[in-house]
């Protein structure tokens, strides 16, 4: 059976793409990263993938908003072919700026089959600082998310500086809620309870909100980075001789490139 192509948009400073792929590839799938502008140059390009990858990283330095002018060059330059690749039901996975990428497009939360209408977005964290720690995701079982099926609770890194995810629509929050829309969310390390405390919940996110998905739960974005805990090593306790044994043999990260290699 043939790997299942996935497309990785790298430059203007996203810089997360080998890790990326090498998650991709050891899920099954078989990645390429490809400048945006060559993208841009042959939109149609997009077409030949079953799946699409916005990576972490700093697009145009933050400016104007993490994620900004990234999302505006896609949105007007790529906008049909992306429109025709939901359509089709492909996969979309946005990783810390590739899911303020997302947002920004308003490819999330894609209610009501709008995916270029921004209804929701990530700020500044409430500790007005980079946060660069680990942090304990709990899922949500009823959510759709082909990513995040049958995983209950993940530790994994982030590192962001704008990750707080915020609306002030509180219809449209709950909304989410009774979707079950926000896959995962930031959890009390010792109780695995959703928590709005710092540094559990590094940015202050509404709801512990660590990540959002569409209806179809084939569009996907989280601040977290699973592309960053492929291998036990990768774990800050991975050398402790009280936890070396209670570590998994491969990291739980890719259990989310698992899972979306599955569906394409």
């Not at 920004?104 to 929701?120: A, C, Q, S, Y």
């Not at 500086?161 to 809620?177: A, H, M, S, V, Y």
């Amino acid at each position: 059976m043939t790997a299942p192509n996935v497309l990785i948009l790298t430059g203007y400073g996203v810089n997360c793409e080998a890790e990326s792929a090498l998650a991709w590839e050891r899920a099954g799938a078989r990645p390429l990263c490809l400048h945006l502008k060559d993208l841009l140059a042959a939109p149609e390009r997009l077409l030949d993938f079953g799946a699409l990858m916005f990576i972490g990283g700093f697009s145009y330095g933050d400016h104007m908003g993490s994620g900004h002018v990234f999302a505006q060059r896609v949105r007007h330059r790529l906008r049909p072919q992306l429109e025709r690749f939901l359509q089709d039901g492909r996969l979309v996975l946005g990783v810390c700026n590739g899911f303020q990428v997302m947002t920004k497009l308003g490819l999330l939360p894609g209610l009501d089959d709008k995916h270029f209408t921004p209804r929701v977005t990530l700020i500044h964290n409430d500790c007005g600082q980079f946060q660069d720690r680990w942090v304990e995701l709990v899922m949500d079982p009823a959510s759709p998310c082909v990513f995040t099926r049958g995983l209950t609770r993940l530790p994994l890194p982030v590192r962001h500086g704008e990750g707080k995810f915020f609306t002030r629509d509180r219809d449209l929050l709950e909304r989410l809620r009774r979707a079950h829309l926000i896959p995962c969310r930031y959890a009390d390390p010792a109780t695995g309870e959703p928590t709005q405390a710092f540094p559990a919940n590094p940015n202050g996110a509404l709801d512990a909100a660590a990540g959002l998905c569409d209806p179809t739960g084939r569009v996907f974005g989280l601040m977290p980075h699973p592309e960053a805990y492929l291998f036990p090593e990768n774990h800050p306790r991975w050398n402790h001789p009280n936890a070396r044994a209670n570590l998994p043999p491969e990291g739980l990260g890719l259990a989310l490139f698992r899972n979306a290699a599955a569906c394409l």
